[in-house]
Structures are given as structure tokens and as C-alpha cells.
């Protein structure tokens, strides 16, 4: 029997589970779905290692997300055979890769973030219902009454009831089942006279997904997959903005577009330690292995792995030949087949330094992704369908190029920050990287907010952001932040009966709500740094 909560949040995410933590924390009931058999979205399901602001040591995040990654750093310094120089890095990244300074499995970050919940669960407070989709929604007189979620193991279908009802799906998926409007795709140049945006609105014009999985290598060994139904295809496609096959190490530096060679040694013989990764110096994606790498056997006692561990998250599996949302299932389809075509390309095809050709040593590594075939359990979802908010980010609120580097808007409803630049990855309408210099930047309140509907706020990327900022509004730490900050936002509401609207609206209930972001320890305004 499933409580009625205060609280619903639909999908387990990173900022699903975010705001059902700081609804937990205010004494509120909550009921947490999640749709696979992990939460934590795109540091488990999706294992993306997470993407962050060259800052994120020192501040530009809540209290909650930094506590978040020294639980991790604390997982690997408990139970792993640690270096002791390793051991002893306070600012330990576990896999030594370049594009985040805390690179790590995703199996450790399931650990950490059910751990969290625990006391909460414990405490009768918090269920949670992984593996149930949301199916349709009640809606009257612009209030949530219902949610009918579908139990994916059994076939059978539950309503869940709560005064608040959060979207921390992935796609926004809630929004179309509630009827909130929502926009997909690239909104039109003449709606916000962004300068990067099309000349008309292109709905299904999406960034293309991502079906991630990790590799081990060993050499002399031979692991190669069969051949995929459509290799034929992959191996042969040519995209008319790339400078050869997709399935080589040739592609665009996303931030100039000029081809640019990369590499692939795997297991280099370079300590890890000496690793340091900032994405405003250098994007880190040129060798290949050591890019998204999330265990690193040179951080260990000697012997302890015969293999580092990468993630495979690159310029060569992105898909976008499909919109992701309203196509899903074909969609996801033909991305599976794409990263599975390049692992058989690695295995036997791909260049190597020596003149040979091909990787057999490439292991497909299932128990780190937690999966029968080795891909990720769901795939990298870039942008979701987004609320027509209250407030609407814009690139005039972030590029560098149109603010200046000590410039972005300053909101007086700031819930949070953030910092990364707008990176777009190539997108279903046909579209390059579109990847521009953005500032640090504030979180208003009113994206959080619908124009029309009460009681449904996003937990995710689906706030009020545009085609073009999603692409800085949508990486771990600020999903993590709009999650956090909805789930306190709704039982703020609760405590005082009061609408997110009037919070939002009026100056003396917005101070009430902002002190307790302040107590919970949710930066909301940058100090003076600048953007790049």
C-alpha cells in the first residue's frame, strides 16, 4: 500500500532525488519513481561522469551537492585499495579523467545517493517506487490531482495523489501527461532575438542523445562483440558537417569546428596523479581513454586492477538522425546500435598508433553499468521538453560575447548558480556544435515556475531555459540545484499555504523562502569571477 504523500516527484534523477532529499529534510512525506532500478539519472543510469564549473572545489554549488561529492570521495578512501598519496588528496578524482574533477563509477555514486535517503526512508518519510513510469495525469481547474504510474515489473498500474506533484523525468514527461505547456526543440530567432537561434521555431529539432558504456582493456586478449544488425550503416555514415566517417578519430573541436585529430591509448603508462582537469583551459577530449576515464588503476596498490575503466561518451556515439522525445523507443534503438557498432569498430577496425588496426583487447564491462549487454541503462538525455515559465533564460542573459566577462543578468529571485558554456552537441534539425562562451550565472526562481498550472513545478532540465541555454543549464550540478530548490519550494508552500506564484511574485514572501535556501546552505549569487 503506497502512502499518500505531500510530496510526488517522478523521476529518480539527480534532481528528483535532490528534491525529494529537501523535502525529507523540511518533515515532509514524499513518494519518489523512478523509471529504471536506479536513481541517480546521470551519474548512474546514464553514467555520465559529471560535467562541472572550473570552480566547483571552492564554491558555485548548494552544500548538499558539495556533501554529495566528498560522500563519493569518502566511498573510494573506505573501500578502495588506495595509493596512500592518493588516499590523501583532499580533492581526490577517482578516475583521473579530464573532464571532471571527480571522475567515478556509477555503481559508487548509487551507493552514496541511497544513502542519503536511508534515514529518511528509515524514518517512514520517504518511498521510493524504482522501476514505474508515469502513464497519464489528473488535472483540474489548473491543479494536479492525480498521477497513474506504471509498474514495469508487474503490468500494473497505481494513482498516486500528493498536494505537490514534481517532474524529475527525464524528458519532462510529466508536463505532457499534465497538460502544462511546454516547449521543444529551438525556439524561432524573432520569439527572444537570440542570435544563435534558428529563423523559425524548430519543435523537433533536439540535441542528439547519447547511449553510453564503459570499457576495460587486456591486452592479448580477445573480446570483440558480433558484428551489430546495423554496422554496415554506421560504419559507413558521414555527417555533412564532419570531417570524415563518424566512426573515426577525426571530428570537430566543438568550440572552433575545425577537425581535429584524436587519439586512443589505452591504459597509458602516465601517473594519475598528475592529471588535472579544467575544462576552461582545456576540454580534455582529444585522447579519447583518458577523457571521461572513471577508475584509474595508477591511483591503487599495485596489482589491485589489470585495467583502468573509461566511460564511452564521445563526439563518435552521439546520435542524432531521430528526435529523442515523441520517437523514444526507435530513437533509443538505433542509438544502442550506434555504440555498440563502435565498440566492434575499436575491436577490429579503428587505428592504432603502432600502424595496426583494432582493439580486440576492449572489454564491454555490464556489472559497472549494471546491464546484461554492457550499454548504460537508459540513455544521456541533453534537453527535455521545457515549461513556459514564468521566466524564460535566454542567451542574452548567459553568452559572454553579449554581456561581457564580468556581465549576466542578476536576478532578484537567484535560487542558485551555476557555471559551464553553453555547449550544444549536434542536434536532430541538422545543426553543428553550437559550444560559445558563457558567464557564471543565477538560477531565477520564476524558471522553476509555470505561467499557468499550481501545483507542478520541474525538478530537472525541464525549467525554463531555451534551446540555447539548456545547453549551460542542464548539466549535474544544476539539475541538481533546480531539484533541490523545488522539493524545498513545495514544502515551503506547504508549511506556509501559500502558491510558488505568490512566492515567486512578491518581495517579502521570496526573502521568507530565501532564508531557508540560506540555512540549507544553497549559494545563490557568484562572487566575482569572471566567464570563459
Known sequence: MIPEADILVVGGGLGGVAAALAACRAGRSVVLTEETDWIGGQLTSQAVPPDEHPWVEQFGTSASYRQLREHIRGYYRRWYPLRAEARALPHLNPGAGRVSKLCHEPRVALAVLEGMLAPHRAAGLLTVLTEHRPVAAEI?????????????????????????????????????????????????????????????????????????????????????????????????????????????????????????????????????????????????????????????????????????????????????????????????????QLSLSLLHWLQTEAPRTDGGTGFPGLRLRPDVTGTTDGLAKAAYVRESRRIKAVTTVTEHDVAIDLVGPRGGTRYRDSVGVGGYRIDLHPSTGGDTYIDIGSVPFEIPLGALVPRRVRNLLPAGKNIGTTHITNGCYRLHPVEWNVGEVAGALAAHCLAEDVGPHEVQAEDKRFEEFAAVLDRAGVQRHWPDIRGY
Open 140 to 336: 483540474d481547474n489548473d491543479v494536479v490531482r492525480a498521477v497513474t504510474v506504471e509498474d514495469l515489473r508487474e503490468g500494473t498500474h497505481r494513482t498516486l495523489t500528493a498536494r505537490y506533484v514534481l517532474d524529475g523525468t527525464e524528458t519532462g514527461e510529466l508536463l505532457h501527461l499534465a497538460g502544462v505547456e511546454y516547449v521543444t526543440g529551438a525556439e524561432s530567432r524573432a520569439e527572444f532575438d537570440e542570435p544563435h537561434a534558428p529563423d523559425r521555431a524548430q519543435p523537433d529539432n533536439q540535441q542528439g542523445i547519447t547511449v553510453t558504456f564503459a570499457l576495460s582493456h587486456h591486452a592479448g586478449q580477445d573480446h570483440t562483440i558480433d558484428r551489430p544488425a546495423d554496422y554496415e550503416f554506421w560504419r559507413s555514415y558521414r555527417p555533412d558537417f564532419w570531417p570524415g566517417p563518424l566512426l573515426g578519430f577525426e571530428a570537430p573541436d566543438p568550440r572552433t569546428l575545425e577537425p581535429v585529430p584524436r587519439t586512443l591509448e589505452p591504459n597509458p603508462d602516465i601517473d594519475p596523479l598528475a592529471v588535472r582537469a579544467d575544462q576552461s583551459a582545456d576540454a580534455g577530449d582529444k585522447e579519447l581513454w583518458g577523457f571521461r576515464r572513471i577508475l584509474a588503476r595508477g591511483l591503487h596498490t599495485e596489482g589491485a586492477f589489470d585495467s583502468d575503466i573509461t566511460l564511452v561518451n564521445w563526439p563518435l556515439n552521439d546520435y542524432w538522425l531521430k528526435p529523442y522525445i515523441g520517437q523514444e523507443a526507435e530513437a533509443l534503438r538505433e542509438a544502442r
